[in-house]
């Protein structure tokens, strides 16, 4: 089983940004997706961004234009540019790997941003 580590959340004023980062405890060598999901107190999971090694991206439309998501297929690495950042973006962020029939879930990071 693959664990995912995730750094970088903290505490951000509106307009400003942050990168988080996830490393997984090993090399995936199986074709696999990354991605960040994030949950906001009373909300339920939601996509923010994913990436497969190709480069292949998929946003949520809340975050297109402002977030960028990337990966260092090498590490099993994946990173999360958040620009712009509004108040509603405030949640717990998690790290996700997909590669066959598994998955991994990081334990999170908490983004927040005041107004």
């Known amino acids: 089983q693959v664990q995912l580590m995730e750094s970088g959340g903290g505490l951000v004023q509106a307009g400003g940004s942050l990168r988080l980062s996830c490393a997984a405890s090993?090399?995936?060598?199986?074709?696999?997706?990354m991605g960040w999901y994030r949950q906001a107190p009373g909300k339920q999971r939601e996509l923010v961004a994913t990436i497969t090694e190709r480069g292949d991206t998929n946003y949520a439309d809340s975050v297109k234009g402002r977030f960028t998501i990337s990966r260092d297929n090498a590490k099993t690495t994946v990173y999360l540019q958040m620009n712009n950042l509004k108040p509603e973006d405030t949640a717990v962020y998690y790290c996700?790997?997909?590669?066959?029939?598994?998955?991994?879930w990081g334990q999170g990071t908490q983004v927040t941003v005041s107004s």
């Open positions: 090993r090399r995936v060598f199986s074709f696999n997706t």
């Open positions: 996700n790997i997909h590669y066959g029939l598994s998955y991994s």
